[in-house]
């Protein structure tokens, strides 16, 4: 049973930094693309970047410059650094994986962390 466990979330003022991490059960190569998602509330759930097998990344324009994705192949785990975090950077991050399938020219994501809380303060 594949499992995703987030950890790193917590309180932190504006320009402050958070590392995020994803924790998987298995091989995070076996996974066609890892990605993190944050959902504030009222809003819609968010990509926020995403790695793929071969390494290459994608971020949204609201965290450019600011956020980068990694990984350890040797720990199994993904990684999401936040540096000069915003207020409007506050939601719930998870974790999630996909096995590669494409919807709309993106990837499905079938396995899903419990999520973690990221709280900036003004």
């Known amino acids: 049973q594949v499992q995703l466990v987030e950890s790193g979330g917590g309180l932190v003022q504006a320009g402050g930094s958070l590392r995020l991490s994803c924790a998987a059960s298995g091989n995070i190569y076996s996974f066609a693309a890892v990605a993190w998602y944050r959902q504030a509330p009222g809003k819609q759930r968010e990509l926020v970047a995403r790695i793929t097998r071969d390494g290459s990344t994608n971020y949204a324009d609201s965290v450019k410059g600011r956020f980068t994705i990694s990984r350890s192949g040797a720990k199994n785990t993904v990684y999401l650094q936040m540096n000069s975090l915003k207020p409007e950077d506050t939601a719930v991050y998870s974790c999630?994986?996909?096995?590669?399938?494409?919807?709309?020219?993106?990837?499905?994501?079938?396995?899903w962390g419990q999520g973690t809380q990221v709280t900036v303060s003004s």
């Open positions: 999630a994986a996909s096995r590669g399938t494409m919807n709309r020219d993106s990837f499905q994501y079938d396995y």
